[in-house]
């Protein structure tokens, strides 16, 4: 989706040279990948551990480098909408003026190859377009064919902002992004939004989360490698920790201030605990006086200033960048003469894929089939599914995830939407490794929760099953055939509970809400009504897909999201076909 024209390397090269960035042109060949777009090519054996690209965090394009970062700042706007509107500033109204613009010139949010026309995610392509999505995972669990509200709030601000700007500061206000002049003039108004929509993609294909002072920002050269979903070759090396305050990975004044802050606030809970315990005729502890906060102080400051004076002797001296302050892209392969070396954008499924990066790649292991909306509509047509959907929902689920963990501790599986310790990156909060965010499939998925859902409602109660959303309960959305047909403990639980007799039913509940029941029943996939009720609704689901594989397209989106598409829904027609296999045997 997000592709650069080969006539945009040499401005893209020169930027990094000129900021004083490593890119080793020795290893790495830039040009046309048969993926789409161009791609990073081995031009001799690269052994593993090479680090192929350094740039300072100063040549990064993040909202707090960028020309209007003080703007933002004030305004207390961060995040992907911070970058969106900084990016929209630098191309449009800086431009040559720009620092950032040679590289960013390069990121489109145009289709040359199809007429110019903007390339907009699923959510807003036209009825008939989103019609080759219906009923996927991407519709049913994560709404992503529904335009969300706070991208258009986002527009909204970006908007009050550019107006606010141009009034008090005669900022100029970007020309055919932000000038609304006829509140009216709803074709103008959709234009406009439009572009936002187009450039927010465009970011959000190429984007990495840099540090707690830049979080998301775009790097230039790094943002040319394509995705590996099993096999990436590099990582994506930033130190996260650091000031968020301005950026530095060592002590700086704000956390000079930081900490004099908490030794006051040490000192006052120690004077207070010396009155009580004044108070109660007990012997007074030391604390921290005026003169030992002053020599603290000064201690940090001398030592601040030490650091200061060893990094100017380094760069007088013409020696190495400082790591810590630097982006790397490092191999963890060996990669052979003229192979394509790829990046990791995490463990991502192509729902995942086409709605973020507006790609697909075949045969992706990390997707599912979900099943949550499948089983609400059979609840809605069926009173004593309701019933039963509403007491899992209630007390059965709880009870089920709490004896599955117990159970199976040691194995770990996942079939809950907690999260879990194995949840966190093991570096978490110190480097980020991999690109585009976090490299945790959970996390990615949540993340993408946050980005095309509104708020959950944790306190809607199952009353009405109707009205309850897949994503807004971990038992309906954790519903899930995996990749290799299996379906999950979830499913199987859900699959065998809906499938009893009515009074087994009743004596199951009733032993579970006593004790834990025989949890072991919801496991189990051998018992025969169990196995019809799951190929009944893979059929159904299979029926589903299959009609929306056989839907035709407009003209609204290009060949490249059409064949997407049908990627998507090819994929998940498999997992149904492979999961399938066992149960018709
Ligand atoms: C970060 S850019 C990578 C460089 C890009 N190919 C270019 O020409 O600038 C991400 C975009 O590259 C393309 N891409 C990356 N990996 C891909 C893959 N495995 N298959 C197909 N397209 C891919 C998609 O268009 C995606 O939006």
């Known amino acids: 989706m997000s592709s650069t024209a080969n006539s945009d390397l040499q401005a893209i090269f020169q930027f990094v ?8 042109h020795d290893l790495c060949d830039v040009k046309e990948s ?31 480098n960028s020309s209007i970062a003080n703007l933002l700042n004030d ?24 620092h950032w613009y040679p590289y960013l010139k390069s990121i489109r949010i145009e289709d040359p190859q199809d007429n110019g026309k903007l390339k907009l995610p699923p959510a807003y392509w036209n009825e008939t377009d989103k019609g ?39 900022l100029e206000i970007p020309k055919g992004y932000l000038d609304i002049t006829d509140i009216e003039d709803s074709e103008a108004i959709e234009s406009r939004f439009h572009k936002f929509i187009a450039v927010a993609y465009a970011i959000s294909a190429r984007v990495f989360e840099i540090d707690a002072f830049h ?48 030794a006051k606030e040490v000192e006052r809970k120690e004077n207070a605990n010396k009155i009580s315990k004044k108070k109660e005729d007990r012997p007074v502890v030391q604390t921290l006086d005026k003169a030992v906060l002053e020599k603290l102080e000064a201690d940090l ?61 075949p045969r992706n292991p990390y997707d599912v089939v979900h099943f949550g909306s499948k089983l609400l509509e059979l609840a809605r047509n069926n009173e004593d599914i309701k019933n039963r959907a509403v007491w899992w929902s209630e007390t059965g689920y709880d009870k089920y995830i709490n004896w599955f963990k117990e159970q199976f501790a040691e194995e770990h599986e996942h079939v809950h939407g907690d999260s879990c310790d194995h949840d966190q990156d093991e570096e978490d909060g110190h480097e980020y490794e991999n690109n585009n965010n976090d490299n945790d499939k959970d996390n990615d998925e949540e993340d993408m929760d946050e980005q095309y859902e509104e708020g959950e409602d944790d306190d809607e109660d199952m009353e009405e099953p109707e009205e309850e959303k897949e994503e807004d309960k971990p038992w309906l959305s954790e519903l ?18 809906f499938s009893m007799e009515p009074e087994e039913f009743t004596n199951f509940s009733k032993e579970v809400e006593n004790d834990h029941g025989n949890m072991e029943r919801l496991l189990a996939l051998d018992n025969g009504t169990t196995n019809s009720f799951l190929e009944k609704i893979i059929i159904e689901s299979q029926n589903r897909l299959q009609n929306t594989l056989n839907s035709n397209a407009s003209d609204g989106i290009n060949d490249e999201q059409k064949a997407c598409t049908k990627d998507l829904v090819n994929a998940e027609l498999e997992i149904l076909r492979k999961a399938l296999l066992p149960l018709q045997k």
């Not at 031009?43 to 740039?55: E, N």
């Not at 049913?140 to 527009?155: I, K, M, S, W, Y």
């Not at 760069?315 to 810590?324: A, F, I, V, Y």
Request: hydrophobic residues 40%.
């Open 301 to 361: 400051q001398k030592e601040i200033q030490e650091q200061i004076n060893e990094k100017e002797k380094e760069l007088s001296k013409g020696k190495e960048l400082d790591p810590d302050e630097c982006i790397d892209m490092t191999t963890i392969n060996d990669v052979k003469a003229g192979n394509e070396i790829f990046n990791s954008y995490g463990e991502l499924s192509n729902v995942f894929l086409l709605t973020r990066y507006g790609f697909t790649i």
């Open 75 to 98: 305004e207390q706007i961060d995040g992907i909408l911070a970058l969106n509107i900084a990016f929209i500033y630098e191309t449009t109204v800086f431009k040559e003026k720009s």
């Open 17 to 24: 040279k000129d900021a004083e960035g490593k890119f080793d």
């Open 132 to 170: 080759l999505l219906h009923g996927t995972t991407l519709d049913t669990l994560f709404d992503a064919l529904t335009p969300q509200e706070e991208v258009e709030r986002g527009f909204e601000i970006a908007i009050d902002l550019a107006e606010k700007w141009n009034e008090e500061f005669g």
């Open 215 to 262: 979080e998301s920002a775009l790097v230039p050269v790094a943002d040319l490698f394509n995705h590996h979903v099993v096999q990436p070759d590099l990582k994506f090396i930033s130190l996260f920790d650091v000031c968020d305050l301005c950026g530095e990975p060592g002590m700086c004044k704000h956390m000079l201030a930081e900490e004099i802050e908490e």
């Open 34 to 64: 048969s993926l789409g777009g161009v791609g990073v090519f081995a031009k001799r054996d690269i052994p593993a551990g090479t680090t192929l690209l350094q740039l300072h965090k100063n040549s990064i394009f993040s909202a707090s």
């Open 480 to 497: 899930e055939i995996d990749y290799e047909g299996e379906p999950n403990a979830s499913l199987l639980a859900a699959c065998n509970l």
